[in-house]
């Protein structure tokens, strides 16, 4: 098992690395454990998750969201447009599982303690399980991506949420050949990292940190 | 430092364990370059982190907390504030900075890859990264507490964010005197921690999943 901070640095958002392999079923339970073990607003742990496996939900999955990929590219100026081509926006097919994580905004209500003043505090919670998870499977050598173009909507009709629960990510999960070193988008020149120091700042926005090296 | 399953099980929301000791430059430094190695949407890096060391700000800060925690009070059954009477929500004084956590819209805009069709992916982003900095400075041995009790409007003005930006968290982030191995809201019997059984389904929600044990 690597080290923490080697597992936040290795950690990448997976596409084309999936292998297909079944994903060992106490591997899984150890990184839902940890997605678990997440904080959340008030411990209402308003998460789930959904393992799905069924080759028709994914294939309908799948071609909902190249579709959206369309609906993209069709806002992109003919430079961008060139660039996007060559990315590879989801693995839903190729991965071995996909994970649908969702919230739950009843859990624990109506007194969701310390979610009276930001009604988007429980969906923050389902986003710090979403990380854990993300973390657990980089930890264990399995790779993470989360597939993003497609209509809410769309995604709860095909996974069967009942109206009060809504859906956040849909995750690409299994075996990869290996991570990459450098992100796809970075790798593509879509957009480079930015340094720390740029998004650091002392007391008031806009005003320089001086952070120690 | 510790291994990486340690630190998800280790890691808790503090309040009372701050000791107010400086927290040292270079553990600051690491621990916000977990968080901005964190997965965003498009690769769009939303995030921005505002280190509060003015008391004067803290000061502000927490009496609006302190009266947002009477406006949540005043929701409660007879019982109910009976338990949160005991219920420490903050550390803001206590803790040896704030680490404002923002969300801004304009990075990489207009053509965020993966946010045409999910308006909310970029605080979803945002949220990552705090989970990285919290499971950092868990794993260096540093407290985190996110304070929820506060209007966003208060918050954006304390700090002088510009429209465009939100806040996403007050964390409070310091040496502590120790971990508590349960969380205060177990503890005070606010809520229990789930079975993870309860919420992993298979294929469509509400089917049950056999995971492995």
Redesign the interface.
């Known amino acids: ?5 080697d ?3 290795r ?1 990448r ?1 997976v596409r084309a690395e999936f292998t297909g392999e079944p994903i ?3 591997t ?3 990184i ?3 997605a ?4 959340s ?5 308003p ?8 080759p028709a ?1 994914r294939k309908e999955f799948r071609e909902h969201v190249l579709h ?1 990929r369309e ?2 590219r069709e ?3 003919d430079e ?1 447009a060139k660039r ?1 081509a060559g ?1 590879k ?1 989801e693995g839903i097919l190729d991965a071995s599982v996909g994970v649908v994580v ?1 919230y739950d905004a009843d859990r ?1 209500a ?2 969701v ?6 009604a ?2 429980g ?2 919670s389902v ?2 399980a ?3 998870l ?3 499977a980089t ?1 264990e050598g399995i790779g993470v991506g ?1 597939v ?5 909507e769309k995604l709860r009709e095909l ?4 109206e009060r ?1 809504r859906p ?2 849909w995750l690409c999960v299994g075996p990869v050949t290996h991570l990459e070193t450098v ?1 796809d ?2 790798r593509h020149r ?5 340094p ?1 120091d740029t ?8 005003r320089p ?1 001086e ?3």
């Open positions: 098992m690597p080290a923490f901070y597992v936040i640095s950690r958002d060992d079923g106490a899984l339970r150890r839902l454990t940890a678990h073990a997440a904080p607003v008030g411990l209402s742990q998460w789930d998750f959904i393992i799905v496996e069924d939900v959206e609906v993209f806002q992109l100026s961008e996007f990315i926006i969702t624990g109506p007194a303690l310390g979610r009276h003043a930001i988007d505090a969906t923050y986003c710090l979403i990380q854990n993300w973390l657990a930890a989360w993003s173009f497609y209509r809410e996974v069967g949420l009942p629960i956040i990510a992100p988008l970075e879509w957009r480079d990292r930015m720390l998004v650091v700042h002392s007391d008031r926005y806009g940190a952070l120690a090296d």
